[in-house]
Protein backbone atom coordinates (compact mmCIF):
# COMPACT_ATOMS: atom_id res chain seq x y z
CA UNK A 1 0.00 0.00 0.00
CA UNK A 2 1.34 3.72 -1.22
CA UNK A 3 1.48 7.01 0.63
CA UNK A 4 -2.15 8.82 0.56
CA UNK A 5 -1.62 12.42 0.35
CA UNK A 6 -3.95 15.28 2.19
CA UNK A 7 -4.40 18.69 0.54
CA UNK A 8 -3.57 21.81 2.53
CA UNK A 9 -7.13 22.52 2.24
CA UNK A 10 -8.54 19.38 3.49
CA UNK A 11 -11.48 19.53 6.30
CA UNK A 12 -10.14 19.26 9.72
CA UNK A 13 -11.33 16.22 10.56
CA UNK A 14 -9.81 14.51 7.28
CA UNK A 15 -6.59 16.42 8.76
CA UNK A 16 -6.72 15.10 12.26
CA UNK A 17 -7.08 11.64 10.64
CA UNK A 18 -3.86 12.10 8.91
CA UNK A 19 -2.19 13.02 12.16
CA UNK A 20 -2.71 9.53 13.43
CA UNK A 21 -1.86 7.72 10.80
CA UNK A 22 1.56 7.36 9.52
CA UNK A 23 0.84 6.48 5.90
CA UNK A 24 -0.47 9.96 5.35
CA UNK A 25 1.94 12.81 3.84
CA UNK A 26 1.24 15.86 2.74
CA UNK A 27 1.03 17.45 -0.28
CA UNK A 28 4.19 19.87 -1.35
CA UNK A 29 6.08 18.11 1.06
CA UNK A 30 4.01 19.70 3.86
CA UNK A 31 4.62 17.57 7.26
CA UNK A 32 2.06 17.33 9.62
CA UNK A 33 4.59 17.67 12.35
CA UNK A 34 4.72 21.65 11.28
CA UNK A 35 3.91 23.15 14.24
CA UNK A 36 2.13 26.18 12.57
CA UNK A 37 0.16 23.51 10.78
CA UNK A 38 -0.61 21.38 13.75
CA UNK A 39 -1.96 24.78 15.50
CA UNK A 40 -4.19 25.49 12.88
CA UNK A 41 -5.73 22.42 12.65
CA UNK A 42 -6.68 22.21 16.36
CA UNK A 43 -7.65 26.22 16.39
CA UNK A 44 -10.09 25.30 13.83
CA UNK A 45 -11.47 22.15 14.98
CA UNK A 46 -12.34 24.80 18.03
CA UNK A 47 -14.07 27.01 16.49
CA UNK A 48 -16.54 24.50 14.89
CA UNK A 49 -19.56 24.32 16.01
CA UNK A 50 -22.67 21.31 15.48
CA UNK A 51 -25.91 21.35 15.78
CA UNK A 52 -28.59 18.22 16.06
CA UNK A 53 -32.14 19.62 14.29
CA UNK A 54 -34.99 17.44 14.33
CA UNK A 55 -36.31 17.12 10.57
CA UNK A 56 -39.88 15.68 10.65
CA UNK A 57 -40.10 12.55 7.69
CA UNK A 58 -43.60 11.64 7.95
CA UNK A 59 -46.49 12.90 8.98
CA UNK A 60 -47.56 10.95 12.25
CA UNK A 61 -51.26 9.98 13.13
CA UNK A 62 -51.41 9.22 17.18
CA UNK A 63 -48.58 9.07 18.89
CA UNK A 64 -44.91 10.28 17.09
CA UNK A 65 -42.82 7.13 16.27
CA UNK A 66 -38.88 7.23 16.18
CA UNK A 67 -38.92 6.74 12.64
CA UNK A 68 -41.55 9.47 12.03
CA UNK A 69 -38.33 11.79 12.50
CA UNK A 70 -34.91 11.99 11.85
CA UNK A 71 -31.84 13.62 14.30
CA UNK A 72 -29.41 15.70 11.86
CA UNK A 73 -25.93 17.16 12.90
CA UNK A 74 -24.88 19.84 11.03
CA UNK A 75 -21.47 22.13 11.21
CA UNK A 76 -22.59 25.72 12.03
CA UNK A 77 -20.77 28.41 10.23
CA UNK A 78 -18.97 31.14 11.53
CA UNK A 79 -21.28 33.58 13.52
CA UNK A 80 -21.46 37.19 11.58
CA UNK A 81 -22.37 40.57 13.15
CA UNK A 82 -25.42 40.80 14.49
CA UNK A 83 -26.11 36.82 15.50
CA UNK A 84 -25.67 34.82 18.40
CA UNK A 85 -25.35 31.19 19.23
CA UNK A 86 -27.80 29.68 21.63
CA UNK A 87 -27.53 26.62 23.31
CA UNK A 88 -30.90 24.69 23.88
CA UNK A 89 -32.19 24.41 27.50
CA UNK A 90 -35.74 23.88 27.29
CA UNK A 91 -37.72 22.97 24.03
CA UNK A 92 -41.81 23.30 23.79
CA UNK A 93 -43.11 20.24 22.66
CA UNK A 94 -46.68 21.64 22.26
CA UNK A 95 -50.13 20.22 20.70
CA UNK A 96 -50.52 23.45 18.43
CA UNK A 97 -47.06 21.67 16.54
CA UNK A 98 -49.42 19.07 15.05
CA UNK A 99 -51.85 21.39 13.40
CA UNK A 100 -49.21 23.97 12.88
CA UNK A 101 -47.36 21.35 10.96
CA UNK A 102 -49.93 19.39 9.19
CA UNK A 103 -49.77 21.31 5.85
CA UNK A 104 -46.00 21.21 5.50
CA UNK A 105 -44.15 19.36 2.92
CA UNK A 106 -42.16 16.73 3.84
CA UNK A 107 -39.69 16.29 5.30
CA UNK A 108 -39.15 19.44 7.14
CA UNK A 109 -37.21 20.81 10.11
CA UNK A 110 -39.63 20.77 13.24
CA UNK A 111 -40.36 24.40 14.57
CA UNK A 112 -40.51 24.89 18.38
CA UNK A 113 -40.00 27.84 20.87
CA UNK A 114 -37.04 27.45 23.49
CA UNK A 115 -35.29 28.81 26.29
CA UNK A 116 -31.80 28.47 25.35
CA UNK A 117 -28.27 30.20 27.12
CA UNK A 118 -26.42 32.16 25.01
CA UNK A 119 -22.92 31.27 24.12
CA UNK A 120 -21.82 33.91 21.99
CA UNK A 121 -22.65 37.12 20.56
CA UNK A 122 -21.39 39.22 17.55
CA UNK A 123 -24.01 41.92 19.12
CA UNK A 124 -22.75 45.22 19.40
CA UNK A 125 -25.47 45.80 22.55
Excluded at 78 to 96: R, T
Amino acid sequence: MGRRYVRKDASPMRMLEAANNPCYTWENNIRFRDKELVSLLFETLANMVKARKYVVTKHFSGVPKRTDIKIVEEELPPLQDGQILAKAEFISVDLYLRAYNSSKTIPYDQFSYQVAEVIECKHPD
